[in-house]
């Protein structure tokens, strides 16, 4: 599995440190970012210039202060579909409702949506694809 670059994007800091310590333990060359909100991470992705700084992977919660997952997701869409670099969303959530599932599908980069908490097996078939 070749190293990549990882975002984790929740506001809830015990499953920023648990995706963290999981997605090193599996592959210690990945690198993982954390941001706490849908604003942190898109002014972060905005002001990069370097595809070598967009993410290979984000780890996207929906419910979040200040920008929530939805609202990241239409601001970041049509800068990330200009890129040359794919970029594989996956929404990690505690919502099981299935109007966010069946909304999560209406965005082509969203991979897929996980439902909270994720077992060590999901992470590995994630960082596999």
């Known amino acids: 599995m070749s190293a990549r670059y990882i ?5 809830d800091q ?6 963290n310590k999981v997605i090193t333990s599996i592959s210690p060359e990945h690198s993982v970012k954390i941001f706490n909100d849908g604003k942190e991470v898109y002014d972060y992705l905005t002001a990069q210039v370097s595809e070598e700084n967009i993410p290979d992977i984000i ?3 929906i419910n979040m202060p ?3 997952g939805w609202s990241f997701l239409d601001a970041i869409v049509p800068k990330l579909e200009s890129l040359e670099k794919q970029v594989a969303v996956y929404i990690v959530s505690s ?7 069946a ?3 209406t965005y082509p980069i969203v991979k897929d949506y996980l439902v909270k908490p994720l077992k060590k097996e999901v992470y590995l078939r994630l960082l596999a694809e």
């Open 7 to 11: 975002f984790v994007v929740d506001d």
């Open 14 to 19: 015990i499953y920023q440190f648990t995706a």
């Open 59 to 61: 780890l996207l919660d």
């Open 66 to 68: 200040e920008m929530d």
């Open 95 to 101: 919502s099981i409702d299935h109007r966010d599932i």
């Open 103 to 105: 909304k999560s599908k």
